[in-house]
């Protein structure tokens, strides 16, 4: 069965219509199947579909993003790779189902796949805490990346949560410093790292598993630091105003692309990946082949100092900095007015020291 969201219920009435139509065994008995009509509906359906995810705003793109049937992270990592190898726990306190993580092959390479994984029924969603990560979950992720370095293992990464689980359990166990912990490692790593984002990249839960070398997101994916609903409540004190919230946030692959905030958006198919999930599978597989070959060419060290170079750059792109591709401008600045202030406080930190050194010395003699 079909799920569709508010703004595609006339594409569900002309897909009902379809399947009526091509179903020779329908309510009238046994009939003939018209294809002429079935060729125009489907054009008719293909157009609407056209028209309504090409003007997509920002909520919009939201629902496609949470769009239950959407492909999830088990279901790339079934597909993609190869004698794949599930590796559990943090071997600190449990195991987290909300991520998939362990060896695998892709075309023959050895990779480290991490992938945080929402569910496709209730019973699965509940089993991985709809992709909502504890801090156990961070810290099986950091060892097995830790694990990648050390064998020369690139790392390739699924991202998919609405945000790192809130509960209480999860904060006494340090969730904070596990995603702090998670960010720093990634950013330590000198193998080739990509995270792609195929549904919701949301807050720090994301963020600890996309500081990679490349960060690439699907066309309706979206990437916020807050649900647009959290977003509007804390700034208009109305959860409803979530297309206004949103559109501030600037939370699409497109906006996030023109910030250089990501490095490539994957196209997907008409009406969204969940439609033709082999044609979306075969786009990120060329996306990652192709990012893997360029950064392999790379040596560790360029690999690291690379990704540091990007995120470093995140921001400087649009202000007073003429050339931002230089890291001399991340140094501090001062001009010869703060040099002489700086150099008449150094001189007095000296003539403090001498009148100290000059008063200790009057005061032996004078004991003597």
């Not at 079934?78 to 092959?105: C, M, N, P, Q, W």
């Not at 689980?165 to 904060?171: D, K, M, Q, S």
Request: with cysteine.
């Amino acid at each position: 069965m079909k799920n569709y969201l508010n703004f595609e219920l006339d594409i569900k009435d002309l897909e009902k219509e379809l399947d009526t139509l091509r179903d020779p065994y329908n309510n009238e008995g046994l009939s003939e199947v018209n294809t002429s009509k079935i060729s125009n509906l489907q054009t008719e359906i293909d157009n609407k579909l056209k028209e309504i995810y090409s003007n997509l705003n920002p909520w919009q793109k939201t629902l496609v993003a949470r769009h239950e049937d959407r492909p999830k992270s088990k279901f790339f990592i079934d597909h993609l790779f190869d004698d794949f190898i599930s590796l559990s726990g943090d071997r600190f306190y449990s195991e987290d189902k909300s991520v998939i993580t362990g060896f695998a092959k892709f075309n023959n390479q050895s990779v480290l796949v991490i992938g945080q994984e929402k569910g496709d029924d209730l019973e699965g969603r509940i089993e991985h805490n709809f992709g909502m990560m504890r801090p156990e979950g961070y810290r099986k992720s950091i060892r097995l990346m830790k694990l990648a370095d050390k064998f020369d293992i690139p790392i390739i990464i699924f991202v998919d949560t609405p945000g790192a689980y809130p509960g209480v359990g999860a904060e006494q166990r340090g969730q904070a410093e596990a995603i702090a912990k998670s960010i720093e490692c990634s950013m330590q790593l000198k193998v080739p790292t990509i995270s792609i984002i195929i549904g919701e990249g949301g807050s720090g839960g994301a963020i600890a598993l996309a500081s990679s070398n490349k960060v690439i997101m699907l066309e309706n994916a979206i990437y916020s630091v807050i649900s647009p609903e959290g977003c509007a409540s804390i700034l208009w004190r109305d959860p409803k105003k979530t297309l206004e919230a949103a559109t501030a946030m600037k939370l699409s692959s497109k906006d996030l692309l023109n910030l250089n905030v990501i490095d490539e958006i994957i196209e997907e198919p008409l009406g969204g990946a969940h439609r033709d999930k082999n044609l979306i599978l075969d786009k990120v597989k060329l996306s990652i082949e192709k990012n893997l070959n360029e950064i392999n060419s790379l040596s560790r060290e360029e690999i690291y100092n690379k990704r540091k170079e990007k995120f470093l750059k995140i921001g400087r792109s649009k202000g007073f900095i003429t050339n931002s591709n230089s890291q001399d401008s991340l140094s501090i600045k001062t001009n010869s007015f703060f040099n002489f202030l700086n150099k008449i406080k150094i001189s007095k930190l000296y003539l403090s020291l001498g009148i100290i050194l000059l008063i200790s010395f009057i005061f032996i003699l004078y004991i003597n």
